[in-house]
C-alpha cells in the first residue's frame, strides 16, 4: 500500500517510516515546511494517490496549550481535519494519533475504548476535538490513542530525561502517585502497521504498552537499564511536586487504558512496557 505520514519528523512518524519500509509498504514522508496541515488544499494536492494516511503531527506542548488553546486547535483539530478529508477524497482510510489526555484520569481500571473522553486540559480538549473531526471527515479510520510515549528520535522522553538527571545529580525524586503505561514508538509503529495490515474494523483504538506503572516504577526500570543503582531515585507526591514545580495543565493521575479490543479482533496488543524499554535501551538510551 501506499501510506502518506504528516509529522514524519518526530519521534513516532520516524519510527512509523521505517517500520512501513521494512514491512514493504511504499511510504511518502512529508513534515515541515514541505507540508502544512493548515492548508486544506496542500492537504489534498500531497494525499493524492495513497492508500493510508497516518497523522503523527500534533500540538503536543501540554502546559503551553493552555496559554496558546487556539493554536492547538488549529493544529491538533483542523490540522487533522485537512488530513481526513484529502484522505477520503482519494478514497483512502487514515491512523489519527491521539492520547489518554482525552480521559480525566480519576478512573480507577483501564479506560476502554468507547469510554467517553472528559478531558480535563486544553490539549486533551483539541485532541478530542481532532478524533470528532476525522471520524466525521473520514468514516473509514483508525484512532489510536497513546500515552507515555517515548523514542530514540529527537532530545525529548522521559527515559532521556532520567539519563540526564542521573548524570547531574546524585539523587532525584519522581512522582509515584501517577499510573500509566510507557509506550516505545517503535512498539506503537510495530502495531499501527498490524491494524492496518490485518484490516482491523475501524474506530477507536488504544495503542499503549501493556501492563501499567507510576513515573516512579518507570524511572527506575531506565535506571537499571543504564547500570545504575534505582534507589537512587525516590518517590514523591504529585501535589509535592506540584509545590516545586507548578505546571499549567492538569496531569492525569491514571492514564491505564484498556487492550481488550485487541484480543477480540484477534490482534496482538503491544508488549509490557517493561519489555518494551528492556528492547528500546540499546537505541533510546545511547550515548
Request: net charge negative; charged share 20%; proline share 6%.
Amino acid at each position: 500500500m501506499r501510506w502518506f505520514v504528516a509529522g514524519a519528523n518526530g519521534m513516532l512518524g520516524q519510527d512509523l517510516c521505517e517500520v512501513l519500509e521494512a514491512a514493504g509498504h511504499d511510504v511518502t514522508r512529508r513534515d515541515l515546511p514541505e507540508l502544512d496541515i493548515l492548508d486544506a488544499a496542500q492537504c489534498l494536492e500531497q494525499v493524492a494517490g495513497h492508500d493510508v494516511v497516518a497523522n503523527c503531527a500534533a500540538h503536543t506542548a501540554v502546559d503551553k496549550a493552555e496559554e496558546e488553546e487556539g493554536l492547538a486547535f488549529a493544529i491538533n483539530a483542523v490540522g487533522a481535519a485537512n488530513l481526513a478529508r484529502a484522505a477520503a477524497a482519494t478514497g483512502g482510510s487514515m491512523v489519527q494519533i491521539s492520547t489518554d489526555y482525552v480521559f480525566a484520569g480519576d478512573a480507577d481500571s483501564p479506560y476502554a475504548a468507547d469510554a467517553p473522553p472528559a478531558p480535563v486540559s486544553a490539549y486533551g480538549r483539541t485532541k478530542v476535538a481532532g478524533e470528532w473531526a476525522v471520524r466525521a471527515e473520514c468514516p473509514q479510520s483508525w484512532i489510536v490513542r497513546t500515552a507515555w510515549l517515548y523514542g530514540a528520535a529527537g532530545p525529548t522522553g522521559f527515559p532521556k530525561a532520567m539519563k540526564r538527571l542521573a548524570a547531574a545529580r546524585d539523587s532525584l525524586t519522581v512522582v509515584s502517585d501517577q499510573v500509566g503505561q510507557p509506550t516505545w514508538t517503535r512498539d506503537l509503529a510495530e502495531a499501527v502497521v498490524r491494524l492496518v495490515d490485518q484490516g482491523a474494523p475501524f474506530g477507536v483504538w488504544h495503542g499503549t504498552g501493556s501492563g501499567q506503572c507510576s513515573w516512579f516504577d518507570f524511572a527506575r526500570a531506565t535506571f537499571e537499564e543504564l547500570g545504575l543503582d534505582p534507589e537512587r531515585v525516590q518517590p514523591i507526591t504529585s501535589a509535592e511536586y506540584a509545590a516545586m514545580y507548578p505546571a499549567a495543565a492538569a496531569r492525569p493521575a491514571y492514564s491505564v487504558l484498556s487492550h481488550d479490543k485487541w484480543a477480540a479482533a484477534g490482534i496482538a496488543p503491544l508488549p509490557d512496557w517493561r519489555d518494551g524499554l528492556r528492547r528500546a535501551a540499546p537505541t533510546v538510551l545511547a550515548d
